[in-house]
């Protein structure tokens, strides 16, 4: 038995319990109401669900990093690591020492080449 039917189940029973009480027509009148509490439970699970697909999340995959497509895009161009280091990373002076500079500069190498990767070149007109 599944769990729904489970519970649709023993909602039945104790609906059918309390308004047998409360000296309602039993069974029929608690069929509905269990009936109006599924189709309102449907309801809600489908807006969770467009709340969640619409408002939660930006789309799919994570949102790409501006420094690392004005690095591809220059890197198309045929432009030298020195160059784009110059236009996507800010001053030296901003990094606290030289490790952390040139491991910034090791990190959007590496994006860089893994987006190669997984797109294919484009090719420019010139």
Known sequence: MTRNKLISEI???GLSAMTA???RPGDAHAACIVESLT???REVRRLARLFKCYVLRPGPGRPRHPRVTLATKLRYQGKTWAEIF???LPDR???E???AYRNAKANLKKAVLQ???RIPPITIAQ
């Open 11 to 13: 909602t039945l029973r």
């Open 21 to 23: 009480r409360a000296g």
């Open 39 to 41: 189709a309102l439970q």
């Open 86 to 88: 110059g236009a996507c």
């Open 93 to 95: 002076a901003v990094y």
């Open 97 to 99: 020492s030289g490790i």
């Open 115 to 117: 987006r190669e990767k």
